[in-house]
């Protein structure tokens, strides 16, 4: 056993295949990858990485599987899921995955082709364990698979602690101990055993809270769309594979960038701070519904556009389309006791109750899903001197309403 030091944890003690697995290289790479990613440029304390996340997973997958009476081969193979969660991350995180999606056609939670062969499946079969069902734990398929990826997961209760606590913000503070005690299984569905809809609530308070104040802050929107497309451009003039692309380390992809033409001023300015601005953010309403619903080849076309008409290089304009608005978190499934009559002028409580979505028992819940759109914005930056031209060809090609200054 061996038992290591977290700033959110305490003590995560580590053993049988967990222990394992920590020095294999795909999990120590993720020392290297950071949790918060270019949310840094925005809080400076925000440098902890995917392997202190990870390890964070791992023991509350552990507590859960205490909780729930797993035991044996099948408690092994969601602690393993659990450490082994975000192997499948590429540089930046979430601010390449796109790029990944498009060039390699999977997820980052799509990690067989990490698993199934190599020092990780080697691990995993030395400790009797099927390195493809471990994969499809990380995916959240089957019944345990939940715990690690679905509404209720470990994931989600330790990335909002973590990220809270690095960030210095309070709002993802969640009582996760609470969570994790009331956790169990209705048939093959993970939910909240009854008397809990408050303690589901504020699972949902928390991400909306950490949506709009750390994980959809516009600087970090601006230097992730930036990275998106030097990304695109660095796989396009580089000799580079998009498999060894995938496998970099934040360092890594920004040292390459920097390296050549088409993306080193990208490289500069994510690594001075020397971001675009907003041309454009606009609220939903402003924003035609075919302008949302444009994919990545029609959005890239909506910068040729808006550069062309503005007269500046191509390269000059990214637009960020960040889709419809959405709380997948409202599904979570919750017990609720249901009065039922037994006699007349007499009442007895059912013992088990129901189980209804979170936002259908939830007032509060139904009353963020609007906050989502109230807080939704669709952004155009472009360097500084650019954004008056940037603006008024984005309002014209996009038929976007008149937003005005963006940074009112």
């Known amino acids: 056993m061996r038992a290591i030091k977290d700033s959110v944890h305490d003590w995560v003690e580590v053993?049988?295949?967990?222990?394992?697995?920590?020095?294999?290289?795909?999990?120590?790479?993720?020392?290297?990858?950071?949790?918060?990613?270019?949310?840094?440029?925005?809080?400076?304390?925000?440098?902890?990485?995917?392997?202190?996340?990870?390890?964070?997973?791992?023991?509350?997958?552990?507590?859960?599987?205490?909780?729930?009476?797993?035991?044996?081969?099948?408690?092994?193979?969601?602690?393993?899921?659990?450490?082994?969660?975000?192997?499948?991350?590429?540089?930046?995180?979430?601010?390449?995955?796109?790029?990944?999606?498009?060039?390699?056609g999977r997820h980052h939670d799509d990690v067989a082709h990490l698993l199934v062969d190599g020092e990780i499946g080697d691990v995993l079969r030395d400790h009797g364990l099927d390195p493809e069902r471990?994969?499809?734990?990380?995916?959240?398929?089957?019944?345990?698979?939940?715990?690690?990826?679905?509404?209720?997961?470990?994931?989600?209760?330790?990335?909002?602690?973590?990220?809270?606590?690095?960030?210095?913000?309070?709002?993802?503070?969640?009582?996760?101990?609470?969570?994790?005690?009331?956790?169990?299984?209705?048939?093959?569905?993970?939910?909240?055993?009854?008397?809990?809809?408050?303690?589901?609530?504020?699972?949902?308070?928390?991400?909306?809270?950490?949506?709009?104040?750390?994980?959809?802050?516009?600087?970090?929107?601006?230097?992730?769309?930036?990275?998106?497309?030097?990304?695109?451009?660095?796989?396009?003039t580089a000799a580079v594979d998009p498999e060894a692309f995938a496998r970099m380390t934040d360092a890594e992809l920004l040292g390459a960038l920097r390296e050549h033409d088409a993306t080193a001023d990208t490289a500069r300015r994510v690594t001075d701070r020397d971001l675009y601005k907003r041309a454009v953010w606009a609220e939903r309403g402003d924003v035609p519904d075919d302008v949302v619903d444009a994919d990545y080849a029609t959005v890239r076309e909506f910068e040729t556009g808006i550069a062309e008409r503005a007269g500046v290089p191509e390269r000059a304009v990214v637009v960020d389309n960040p889709g419809h608005p959405s709380m997948p978190e409202s599904s979570v499934r919750v017990a609720v006791n249901t009065e039922s009559r037994s006699a007349p002028g007499s009442r007895t409580q059912s013992a088990a109750g129901d189980v209804r979505p979170l936002a259908e028992q939830s007032p509060l819940v139904r009353g963020m899903q609007a906050s989502q759109r109230v807080q939704w914005r669709f952004g155009v930056y472009a360097p500084a001197e650019h954004v008056p031209a940037v603006a008024a060809a984005a309002e014209r090609v996009l038929g976007l309403a008149d937003v005005g200054d963006p940074t009112e």
């Open 15 to 104: 053993d049988g295949v967990a222990e394992a697995l920590l020095d294999t290289s795909p999990v120590q790479r993720l020392r290297h990858v950071k949790q918060l990613s270019t949310v840094r440029l925005v809080y400076p304390s925000a440098n902890h990485t995917r392997f202190e996340h990870s390890l964070g997973v791992y023991h509350l997958a552990d507590r859960a599987l205490e909780y729930l009476g797993v035991t044996g081969a099948r408690a092994d193979t969601v602690r393993a899921a659990a450490l082994l969660h975000d192997v499948g991350h590429g540089p930046y995180g979430h601010q390449t995955e796109g790029i990944i999606q498009r060039h390699l």
């Open 134 to 236: 471990v994969a499809a734990t990380v995916a959240g398929d089957g019944k345990l698979g939940q715990l690690v990826a679905g509404e209720l997961d470990v994931d989600r209760m330790d990335y909002l602690v973590r990220d809270a606590h690095h960030t210095g913000v309070p709002y993802g503070t969640i009582d996760y101990g609470r969570l994790l005690r009331a956790l169990t299984f209705r048939g093959d569905d993970l939910v909240l055993a009854a008397g809990n809809v408050a303690t589901a609530e504020s699972l949902l308070v928390g991400r909306a809270l950490m949506n709009a104040t750390v994980y959809r802050h516009h600087v970090s929107r601006i230097a992730g769309a930036m990275l998106d497309r030097a990304g695109e451009r660095f796989l396009a």
